[in-house]
C-alpha cells in the first residue's frame, strides 16, 4: 500500500523540525537543556510568545552575546532582564539547565561565568512565563526556587514586587549593559529612592534626586513596604498598613491592548513605558517619569551630576538628559556622550615663562551654564570684565563664572553642569592660544621651518617669472589678477550665505526628504490658520517621528523674513515650547519640522472625555503660563504669540504643556494692512484691543491665557451652544456669576481632587479674571501671572473685567 505524500511531509518536517522547539511549546525547560550563544540559536518561549530567554547579540561587528530576557513579538528587541555579569559573553558560551544547582553559563573554555545558585536543591523544570518572569521550580516545593522577578536588574514588569531592601541598577551606557551608577531603591525605612553610588568602588554617594516620602518615623504602620507594578500597569507604593500611594496617577494604557514596563535608564531617568501589542506599531511611549530635571534634581558634592566630570546637562525630550562637552573639551570615551569630558589643552602654572598670560590664554564664553559646585574663591562684588582678568591672572583658576555682579573662580574638574535659560550666568572658560594638537610624525615641529620652505617655494615661481617673456610676465599678471578677483567675490558670497545660515540652529530640509518623510503627506494631524499639519518619520536623534507643517498663508517673496523668523524660533529653548528640529524654504514651499507630540492637543485633552485630573489641569496651566513667560521676557528676541488657544497647546509624553506656533504671527501678518479680516487670533480668545486702533501689546497673550485657564478649569468651551447650556453658554460670564455668587463648586461639578483644594481652585478662578480684563493696563504681565498661579504673589479680588462685552 502506497504511503500518502502529505503523510511524508508530514514526517519530513517533523525530521527536521528542531526538536527543542517542539519541547518548549508551553514555555516549560526540561533539566539538562541547554542554549548556544550563537546568532541562530532558539531562545525559550513564553506559552504566549510575548517573552524569551536566551542569547541576544548586542553588537553587531562584535560576537559578544548577553544572556537576557526580551519581548519576542515587537520589533524593538527590548531587554528586561539580563545576567548580572561583568560584560557580555563570546560566541560559542554556553547556557545549562543543572539539576542540581540551577541555570549555569560557561564560556567556551568552560569557565563558568554566572550561575543562579550553588544549592538549590532537586529541580523539576524551568518556565518562562507569560508575565517575562523565568522561574525554577523544585520538586518538592510549591514556590519558585530562583526566578527573575526576584533577581531584577534595571526593569520592573506587571506582577512585580520590589520589596525593601530590594533596587534597581541601571546600565553603564546605552549599549553597555555593566553596572551603571544609578539606583532605584526601597529603603527599610520605608522610601524610595532613585539615588547615585560610585563606579566601580559602589560606595554609597548618598545623593538622592527623587524621595517618595513615604517613610514614618512616628508612625511605623504608616511607612512604606513595597512597591507594587500591577498587572493593569498602575504602580503604587503599599504601606504596611495596606494604604498605597499612586506613583503614576495618571489612566494607564489598557494592558490587555499594550506592553507596560518600569526602566531605569542609563542616564538616571527612571520611566514608565508602554508599546502597543500590535506587532506592526514601533516605539515605546512614556507615561511617567522621574525626575521632571535630572539636570536640577541630581545635585550632590560627591559625584559628577547627571552627566559626566567637565559634561553639561541640557533636559531634552521625555525629561531625558542631553550631555554635551562645551568648547575646548572633548569626550574620554567617544562611545559615551553621557560620560566625562577632558580638556583638549589643560592651562598649567607652568606655561606662563616669559611675556604676560594675554600672550598664552584666551577665553570660551558660555552663557546659561554653570558647575555649581568646585569653587575655590568668590569675589564679591565684580564685573565681567573683572572676572575674566582675575581668571586670566590666576593659573589655578580654568573656569570662572560670572552671575549677578559675583564671580566664582573654578577648578577642574567640574562637577554638576547644567544648561539653562533661567541661570542668567556667563562662564568664562580658559583655553590656550594657537593651541593645535601635535603634527603627524614626518612633518617638521618647527614653524619656521615650514615658513622658509613656502618661500621658497616662492622664490622658484619669482626665478621662473623674471626668467620668462615680457608677454608672459604680463598675461600671468593679468590671470592672476583676474583669479584673484573672482575668488574674493566667491568667498565673500560663501561668507555672507554661511553667515546666514549658522544663524539658524536647525536642519534644512529639502522638500523631497519632506514628502518622502510624509509619505506624500499621507497622515494629518491637524489644521489651523498656520497650515495643515502632518505625521512624518525620518532619522532625526533618538525618536524619528516628526510633525510637519506646511505653511500656505507665506507668500512666495518673503524668504528673506521666513528665515529671520525660523532663526528667532530655532533660538528659543524651553521646557514648555515645541521644539524646532529644521524646515525647508525650496522655490514655493514653506515647511517647518517640529518635535512630535504623541498626546495630542490640550483640546482633545481637556474637552473630552474621562475629564483630565485637577492636578494634571493645574500643572498644565502652569506650564503654559511658564512658556508665555519665557516668550515675553527671557528669550534673546520678544515673541508674541497672538493666538493662543487649546489647539495650540501640544503635550508631550508625560503630558507637559508644549507651546506650539509660536513666532508665525509676522509671518502670517507680512505686508498685511490692520483690517478686521486680518486681526490675528481666533474667536473667543481675541483680546478688545484688536478692534481698536490702539497698539497691540504681549497683554494680548495675556488675555488669550485668562479664557484658556477659564476653559481649564471648567473643563469646557468657552462659548457653547446657548440651546443646551442656557445663560452658561459663555463661560467668561459663567464663570464671573459664579466668583459673584460664592458658587465655584459648580465650576468643578463633582471634581472631589478640586473641591478638596478649594484656596487653589479659588486663586486660578481670580487669576482667570484678573488675565481677561478689558483693559490691558489691568492685565498681569505673565510672570506675575505664573506667580499667582504659583502662589508666591498673593491674589487679590479682581474687579469686573468689563463694561460691554465684545466677542468675536
Sequence with gaps: MAIPFSYVL???????????????????????????????????????????????????????????????????KTIVW????????????????????????????????????????????????????????????????????RNPTNTLLPNQKLERGSFLVSQRSEANFTQGRFYFHMLDNGNLVLRTRSVPSNSIFDVEYYNSQTSDTTNATNSGDKLVFQENGLMYILKRNNQKKILNSRSVPSASDNYHRVTLNFDGVLTHYYHSRNSTSSGWDVLWSQPDNICVDLVGEKGSGACGYNNVCELGSNNRPVCSCTKGFSLIDPNDANGDCKHDFPPSCNDVTSGSPEDFYNFTEVRDTDWPFGAFQLITPSTEQNCRSVCLHDCLCDVAVYHKNSCWKKRLPL????????????????????AAPPLSPGLPNNPASCQSKNWRNWDVVLSAL???????????????????FHIYKMKAKTSSSMSHVANSTCHSFTYKELVEATKDF???????????VYKGVMPIG?????????????THEVEKEFMTEVNVISQTHHKNLVRLIGYCNEGPHRLLVYDYMSNGTLASFIFGDPKPTWS????????????????????????????????????????????????????????????????RGTRGYVAPEWFRNSQVTVKVDVYSFGVLLLEIIACRKNYENEENYGPEAILRDWVLDCFQEGKLEALVESDIEALNDNKQLERFVMVGIWCIQEDPSMRPTMRKVAQMLEGSVEVTTPPCPYNLSITM
Excluded at 533618538?542 to 507665506?554: F, P, Q
Aim: glycine letters at 8%; aromatic letters at 10%; proline letters at 3%.
Design 10 to 76: 508530514v514526517i519530513l518536517l517533523l525530521f527536521f523540525f528542531p526538536l527543542h522547539t517542539l519541547a518548549q511549546n508551553n514555555g516549560r525547560v526540561a533539566t539538562t537543556s541547554s542554549i548556544n550563544a550563537t546568532a541562530g540559536s532558539t531562545p525559550w518561549l513564553s506559552p504566549s510568545g510575548d517573552f524569551a530567554f536566551g542569547f541576544q547579540k548586542i553588537q553587531d561587528n562584535k560576537d559578544h552575546f548577553l544572556l537576557c530576557i526580551w519581548y519576542a513579538k515587537i520589533q524593538e
Design 616 to 679: 494634571q489641569r493645574t500643572n498644565i496651566a502652569m506650564g503654559i503660563a511658564r512658556g508665555l513667560v519665557y516668550l515675553h521676557e527671557e528669550c534673546s528676541t520678544q515673541i508674541i504669540h497672538c493666538d493662543i488657544k487649546p489647539q495650540n497647546i501640544l503635550l508631550d509624553g508625560y503630558y507637559v504643556a508644549r507651546i506650539s506656533d509660536f513666532g508665525l504671527s509676522k509671518l502670517l501678518m507680512i505686508n498685511q494692512s490692520r483690517t478686521l479680516t486680518n486681526i
Design 415 to 434: 562637577s554638576n553642569g547644567r544648561t539653562d535659560t533661567n541661570l542668567n550666568s556667563t562662564a568664562f572658560i580658559k583655553i590656550r592660544k594657537n
Design 466 to 484: 623674471l626668467g620668462s617673456s615680457v608677454l608672459v610676465n604680463v598675461l600671468f599678471v593679468g590671470v592672476s589678477c583676474w583669479g584673484f
Design 522 to 532: 499621507k497622515e494629518e494631524l491637524g489644521r489651523g490658520a498656520c497650515g495643515i
Design 542 to 554: 533618538s525618536r524619528n517621528v516628526v510633525a510637519i507643517k506646511k505653511l500656505d498663508r507665506v
Design 82 to 149: 539580563h545576567a548580572n555579569i561583568s560584560g557580555p559573553v563570546p560566541q560559542g558560551s554556553r547556557l545549562n539547565v543543572d539539576p542540581q544547582r540551577g541555570l549555569i553559563l560557561s564560556d567556551p573554555q568552560g569557565n563558568t561565568r554566572w550561575r543562579t545558585d550553588l544549592n538549590l536543591g532537586n529541580i523539576d523544570y524551568a518556565f518562562m512565563n507569560d508575565t517575562g518572569n523565568f522561574v525554577i521550580m523544585g520538586s518538592d516545593s510549591t514556590g519558585p526556587l530562583w526566578e527573575s522577578f
